[in-house]
């Protein structure tokens, strides 16, 4: 009878404790200028033909998720190359890491040096992946060129240098 009424009054105080925890106000996420620029692209982003008009072709999803403190990137949505990547702060720097179709996670690091229409992702290490031989993507650059439309621009390496028939560009139109 004792450890019932033992069991019932830690069962009521962890409730009461996870209760109280759930009124606490949430943690403000960090503010970071490029992250901020990322959770600025929140939406659909369609494929831009070559006049620049947006065509049907869903190229990315991004999301702003965990409190504010991560955004998610779904690259050809539903498809078979689909791909992720999460941006986030990792001791101040905005860093992505990429869940590629190659099976690799590259992470990246944004270069502090990039122009303010840009943000220049560097390779900083990844899963899967031995740098000196498999292929990986090692760069990418993010252009806004206004809030409706973007570039991005990717550099695949294989062998320990550029591979120049994979990833390249796209020009992205988000979708209304």
């Known amino acids: 009878m004792m450890q019932r009424i033992l069991t019932c009054g830690l069962l009521f105080i962890?409730?009461?404790?996870?209760?109280?925890?759930?009124?606490?106000?949430?943690?403000?996420?960090p503010v970071h200028p490029g992250l901020e620029k990322i959770k600025a692209l929140a939406g659909t982003w369609v494929?831009?033909?070559?006049?620049?008009?947006?065509?049907?072709?869903?190229?990315?999803?991004?999301?702003?998720?965990?409190?504010?403190?991560?955004?998610?990137?779904?690259?050809?949505?539903?498809?078979?190359?689909?791909?992720?990547?999460?941006?986030?702060?990792?001791?101040?720097?905005?860093?992505?890491?990429?869940?590629?179709?190659?099976?690799?996670?590259?992470?990246?690091?944004?270069?502090?040096?990039s122009p303010s229409n840009q943000i220049k992702f560097l390779f900083a290490g990844g899963t899967?992946?031995?740098p000196a031989k498999d292929m990986h993507m090692h760069e990418a650059t993010l252009t806004f060129i206004d809030a409706d439309h973007i570039e991005i621009t990717g550099v695949a390496w294989v062998n320990g240098k550029p591979a120049d028939d994979h990833c390249g560009g796209m020009k992205l139109v988000r979708k209304k």
Do not use: W
């Open 128 to 130: 899967n992946l031995d």
């Open 47 to 113: 494929e831009a033909d070559k006049d620049g008009k947006p065509t049907d072709k869903v190229v990315s999803v991004i999301k702003v998720t965990a409190g504010g403190s991560a955004v998610t990137e779904t690259l050809f949505p539903g498809q078979q190359q689909e791909m992720a990547s999460v941006y986030h702060l990792d001791k101040g720097d905005l860093v992505m890491t990429h869940y590629c179709v190659l099976g690799n996670q590259p992470r990246m690091k944004a270069d502090p040096k």
């Open 14 to 29: 962890a409730l009461g404790t996870s209760a109280r925890a759930a009124d606490a106000p949430a943690k403000t996420a």
